[in-house]
């Protein structure tokens, strides 16, 4: 076991990928002399050279665009997006070819592309530098999204994510870059959990909190506070948001009754309404209240001042446990 950052544990999951398959490549902007903005890649074109970590030129749908062929020639290229708001140049490319083109050729093609996104706040940046971009891409049909919340899920979901032969988009909570925890790096892949699964990270009989990214670890705060109150709270980190562990879901929301939501992008059509309606369609006659959900105002992302007024807290989600109980 090695006592890992987020950063670090994806650089580790990355230098892994890279020294098992030669056809795997970094790419984007900053990623190679200077490790990236949050030096996630660190080290990686010293060790491996600049033809497999590639700085990239300021054109995030060239990024993309460049990875598409290359992944057609047999690659598979990880493109880092530099700051989630950064990403929407990107979006043709992402959702009108990544996305289709395995379809579009009856499964012939296969386009292996990982597109990892810093997402959220927390860390005082100002709009285009802490979005919450998510539900663009589970609304996008041939696109697997997930996204960790620990170097211990970093580590192993990178790797998988390369592995896979479908294009990915992998959000990396940024607030979370510099917690640590201990992770396994001589584990094997047969003992890792699949990163389609959600994962139950605390159990708990009276309430379900459903969060992925950044609030898993508000959540877990949250569910420690209840505690004092006498109230149970389990905590799932969904992990996967396309396609999403709807049955985990279910099961757990059966035997509490209770659910809320968390995110830190709007709540108005976030993504967290998609899972409200799975709750209630699959749980209505187990549900003690209504399915609520916790997220961010429908407003641009604030400047850094205002910023704690905008991502959900320990105070906001534990008013949304309350109102659960309330009915």
Not at 256 to 266: I, K, L, M, Y
Not at 293 to 309: A, K
Request: aromatic share 8%; proline share 6%; glycine share 8%.
């Amino acid at each position: 076991m090695t006592s890992l950052t987020l950063a670090k544990a994806l650089n580790e999951g990355m230098r892994k990928a890279m020294e098992d398959d030669p056809k795997v490549l970094i790419m984007g902007e900053d990623v190679g002399k200077l490790g990236g903005v949050f030096r996630v890649t660190d080290g990686l074109q010293k060790d491996f050279g600049e033809q497999r970590v590639i700085d990239t030129p300021l054109a995030e749908s060239g990024i993309i665009g460049t990875a598409i062929g290359l992944a057609l020639r047999g690659y598979r290229p990880v493109c880092e997006i530099q700051f989630d708001g950064f990403v929407f140049p990107a979006a043709d490319q992402i959702i009108t070819q990544l996305a289709k083109m395995p379809l579009r050729s009856l499964g012939k093609l296969k386009l292996p592309v990982v597109v990892r996104i810093p997402c959220g706040g927390g860390i005082g940046a100002v709009e285009h530098h802490s979005e919450s971009p998510e539900a663009y891409f589970t609304h996008t049909g041939g696109l697997r999204v997930v996204a960790c919340s620990n170097p211990v899920d970093g580590y192993t979901m990178i790797q998988q994510a390369i592995r896979s032969d479908d294009p990915v988009v992998f959000f990396e909570p940024k607030r979370r870059y510099w917690e640590k925890a201990e992770v396994d790096t001589a584990s094997s892949a047969a003992d890792w959990t699949p990163f389609d699964q959600a994962r139950i990270v605390r159990q708990g009989g009276d309430v379900t909190l459903l969060a992925y990214g950044p609030m898993v670890k508000t959540c877990l705060e949250v569910a420690t506070a209840a505690e004092e109150d006498g109230r149970s709270v389990e905590v799932v980190d969904l992990r996967s948001l396309n396609p999403l562990d709807v049955d985990r879901v279910v099961e757990s929301v059966r035997r509490t009754g209770r659910c809320v939501v968390v995110h830190e992008a709007p709540v108005y059509n976030g993504f967290g309404a998609e899972i409200a309606a799975r709750v209630t369609e699959r749980c209505f006659y187990n549900l003690e209240a209504p399915v609520l959900r916790v997220g961010g105002p429908s407003t641009p992302y604030p400047p850094s001042r205002l910023e704690d007024h905008y991502l959900p807290d320990l105070d906001r989600v534990l008013e949304a446990v309350d109102r659960v109980f309330a009915f």
